[in-house]
C-alpha cells in the first residue's frame, strides 16, 4: 500500500491562496492515479481534483478555475494549489490513491489515504 504524507493546510482569509502537498513514498508516475478529496464536518467526502498516471486531470465543479492538481518535478510529490479561497473550502483534505488508471472522483476507488491537513477559511 503506497505511503501519503499531506502537509500545507492553514488558516487563510478568505480570497488568500494556499498549496497542499503530499508526500509519496514511490515514483508516482508507475502505477497509481490519484486525487485530492476533502470532508467537512457532518459531511461526506467530496472529491476536489484528480491525476491519473498519464497526467489526465479532472476537477469538481466547484473548485474549477481555482484549484489546480499537479506533480512535482521528482514524481514523489502530489500538489494541490488553491487559489481564491472561500468559507466554503473549509474541511480536513486528504490525498488518496488508486491503483492502474481512474480519472475520476468516486472516494471509493482510492485504497490508500493521508492523515488528513486542515484547511480553514474565515470571511
Known amino acids: 500500500q503506497v505511503q501519503l504524507v499531506e502537509s500545507g493546510g492553514g488558516s487563510v482569509q478568505a480570497g488568500g491562496s494556499l498549496r497542499l502537498s503530499c508526500a509519496v513514498a514511490e515514483d508516482i508516475s508507475l502505477r497509481y492515479s490519484f486525487a485530492w478529496f476533502r470532508q467537512a464536518p457532518g459531511k461526506e467526502y467530496e472529491g476536489v481534483a484528480g491525476?491519473?498516471?498519464?497526467?489526465?486531470?479532472s476537477y469538481a465543479d466547484s473548485v474549477k478555475g481555482r484549484f489546480t492538481i499537479s506533480k512535482g518535478i521528482a514524481k514523489n510529490t502530489l500538489y494541490l494549489q488553491m487559489n481564491s479561497l472561500k468559507p466554503e473550502d473549509t474541511a480536513m483534505y486528504y490525498c488518496a490513491a488508486a491503483p492502474g488508471w481512474y480519472a475520476g472522483l468516486s472516494p471509493r476507488r482510492f485504497g490508500a489515504w493521508g492523515q488528513g491537513t486542515q484547511v480553514t477559511v474565515s470571511s
Open positions: 491525476i491519473t498516471y498519464d497526467d489526465i486531470i
